[in-house]
Antibody, heavy 120, light 106 residues
Framework: EVLLVQSAVELKKPGDSLRISCEAS????????ISWVRQMPGKGLEWMGA????????RYSPSFQGQVTISADKSVRVASLQWNSLKASDTAIYYC?????????????WGKGTTVIVSS | VMTQSPATLSLSPGEGATLSCKAS??????LAWYQQKPGQAPRLLIY???TRATGIPARFSGSGSGTEFTLTISNLQSEDFAVYYC??????????FGGGTKVEIK
């Protein structure tokens, strides 16, 4: 079974750093992109960026470039999303999703999401 | 920019639903549809504008190309009441989602 496992909840203060992870199993981790998607409370889906674990090729949405860092460790089949200094406006659910390549960049397997709450 | 309409669709079980997604420039057939239920992650329904993903019932169908796309749900079941998003992948980054259409019980 193809699975993406994410931690459930992270409670942080403004200014804190944070790394959330997405552990993949059941498929060839290196040969699919992993996307990160934000969903703010009561809002729609926003694509943040994606990484191709085989060579760490990383693409960012202009809206998130410089705000977060996406990385992957293919040896342990984990993709990560990192912030250096959180803001209250980073409060959201963050999903990782397996993303196909070869000019068909749809997302066919999703993690359950990590809820990040940033509050003083 | 991906624009979905209507924002909300109020229908009864057994009825059909027609959801629209329009792109500000041609995305050819590089479009996917997702379903999201409250408290759950999105689920892929359709990719390539019209290809159903694995395990998706035949009552879900997608059509269109270029700038105009439609997701049709025939014979709405109780489990189909959810929010639906389109997503283009013709020219990335970024991959972009529409704002969503909520299909609610009338």
């Amino acid at each position: 079974e193809v699975l993406l496992v994410q931690s459930a909840v992270e409670l942080k203060k403004p200014g804190d750093s944070l790394r959330i992870s997405c552990e993949a199993s059941g498929y060839g981790f290196s040969i699919y992109w992993i996307s990160w998607v934000r969903q703010m409370p009561g809002k729609g889906l926003e694509w943040m960026g994606a990484i191709f674990p085989a060579d760490s090729d990383t693409r960012y949405s202009p809206s998130f470039q410089g705000q977060v860092t996406i990385s992957a460790d293919k040896s342990v089949r984990v993709a990560s999303l990192q912030w250096n200094s959180l803001k209250a406006s980073d409060t959201a659910i963050y999903y990782c999703a397996r993303t196909w390549g070869s000019d068909s960049y749809h997302m066919d397997v999703w993690g359950k999401g990590t809820t990040v709450i940033v509050s003083s | 920019v991906m624009t979905q309409s209507p924002a909300t669709l109020s229908l009864s079980p057994g009825e059909g639903a027609t959801l629209s997604c329009k792109a500000s420039q041609s995305v050819r057939k590089n479009l996917a549809w997702y379903q999201q239920k409250p408290g759950q992650a999105p689920r892929l329904l359709i990719y390539g504008a019209s290809t159903r993903a694995t395990g998706i019932p035949a009552r879900f169908s997608g059509s269109g190309s270029g700038t105009e796309f439609t997701l049709t749900i025939s014979n709405l079941q109780s489990e189909d009441f959810a929010v639906y998003y389109c997503q283009q992948y013709d020219n990335w980054p970024p991959l972009t989602f529409g704002g969503g259409t909520k299909v609610e019980i009338k």
